[in-house]
Every structure is written in structure tokens, then in C-alpha cells.
């Protein structure tokens, strides 16, 4: 019954490729995001919808594409993958602007 | 601007101590802050939040401060366990609904 799940927990590719992560939330929350944790665990916000709709979008390389077919689902796709987009990718939803923010366990992405 | 400060980066405390681990942020306009801890190979796990109208919260060993003048926060553990082993990292949410993280502090409990 895990609260916000995302898949793959591992993912390694080689660059160029591209890949897909999902995510989905099972709290009825309508928000969404997608975070970034780099090597030094600093952890950075990239995309944030609401009710399928973008509300947040930081300066994130186009090849980072959000998709959010329901409010229960957001999933990130990555075209081209560099080395510079290895790093730890959290997916998060919470019930609106203003509150706690709660996250999945993580997909853990390694481009050589 | 956007940066929520930590002081440490790494903390190390004896079991059965009280542990604090302090927070500076910047943004005088946030209303909303929220300490997580991250265990090894986990997402972050919401711990304790607090509003800005207030200055103290507990909860259950943990309570979180907040100093509004100094735009200072704190979270303090009590009777510290290896399982407190872990990165915290305090947050502010900004009424867009952003979450800016601090840069974490590593807490490391010694038996």
C-alpha cells in the first residue's frame, strides 16, 4: 500500500538512449512533482502539476519531458540521455500548494 | 532568493543524547517549513513541519523551532537512537506549492 510508488528503483543506460520513469500516488493528493537529487544530496525541484496541469517548471533541458495522463500519475521522460542526468529521480504529490509534500523511494539513474 | 541554509554539514552524537540540527533560510515571505529525514537508499520521510505563526512544535521526540526574526530553524531530537541515522534536510514551501531543500546534515549516532 505504498503511498507514492515510482518504477524503476535501478535504471543503468548508456547515453544517447532514451528512457521513462513512472510514478503514481494512490492518496488522492493533486499535485504532483518531480525532484532531482544530485551526488552531494542536494535536492532540486524540476516539474510540479496540478490536476494534469503544469504548474511548475524550472530550468529543466528540454530533453525532460513530464506526462501526467491522470492526477493520480506523473511520469518523466528522458530523451538523450547525458552523463550529467545521472542522479537520484523522486516523484512527490501532496494535496495542494501549502502543504507537506510526500515522496516515493526514489528511481536511481546511471547513464555511462 | 531561493536557499535554505544548514549549518553542519555532519553531526555525530552519542546514543542517548539530545541532538539539534540547525537551519537558515532566506525567504522572509515563506509561511511553511517542513524537516525530512533520508535514510540511506530512501526517499525523504516527512518528520515535522511548522507554521510560521508559530514558534515551537513537538511531536513525538522531536520538535522543531522557529525564529522568524533571524530566519532560524531547528530541529531537536531527543534521546537520540541509531535509527535517527540518517540525512535531514529542512524545507520551505512557498505558496506556489515549490519545495526548497537545505543542503542536508548528516547525523550519525555513535553506541
Known amino acids: 500500500d505504498t503511498a507514492v510508488s515510482q518504477t524503476p528503483k535501478y535504471l543503468v543506460t548508456q547515453m544517447g538512449n532514451d528512457k521513462s520513469i513512472k510514478c503514481e500516488q494512490n492518496?488522492?493528493?493533486?499535485?504532483m512533482y518531480w525532484y532531482k537529487q544530485d551526488s552531494k544530496k542536494f535536492l532540486k525541484i524540476m516539474f510540479s502539476y496540478n490536476n494534469k496541469e503544469l504548474i511548475i517548471n524550472e530550468t529543466v533541458p528540454n530533453r525532460f519531458s513530464p506526462k501526467s495522463p491522470d492526477k493520480a500519475h506523473l511520469n518523466l521522460h528522458i530523451n538523450s540521455l547525458e552523463l550529467g542526468d545521472s542522479a537520484v529521480y523522486f516523484c512527490?504529490?501532496?494535496?495542494?500548494?501549502?502543504?507537506?509534500?510526500?515522496f516515493g523511494e526514489g528511481s536511481w539513474l546511471t547513464v555511462v | 532568493g531561493e536557499s535554505v541554509g544548514l549549518h553542519l554539514p555532519t553531526l555525530s552524537v552519542q546514543e542517548g543524547d539530545n541532538s539539534i540540527i540547525n537551519c537558515a533560510y532566506s525567504n522572509s515571505a515563506s509561511d511553511y517549513f517542513i524537516w525530512y529525514k533520508q535514510e540511506s537508499g530512501k526517499g525523504p520521510q516527512f518528520i515535522i513541519d511548522?507554521?510560521?505563526?508559530?514558534d515551537k512544535r513537538q511531536g513525538q521526540r522531536v520538535t522543531v523551532l522557529l525564529n522568524k526574526t533571524v530566519k532560524h530553524l531547528s530541529l531537536q531530537i531527543a534521546a537520540t537512537q541509531p535509527g535517527d541515522s540518517a540525512v535531514y534536510f529542512c524545507?520551505?514551501?512557498?505558496?506556489?506549492?515549490?519545495?526548497?531543500f537545505g543542503q542536508g546534515t548528516t547525523l550519525q549516532v555513535k553506541p
Open positions: 524545507a520551505e514551501v512557498w505558496d506556489t506549492g515549490k519545495l526548497i
Open positions: 512527490a504529490s501532496s494535496p495542494g500548494r501549502g502543504n507537506t509534500i510526500y
Open positions: 511548522i507554521r510560521s505563526n508559530m
Open positions: 492518496l488522492g493528493h493533486d499535485t
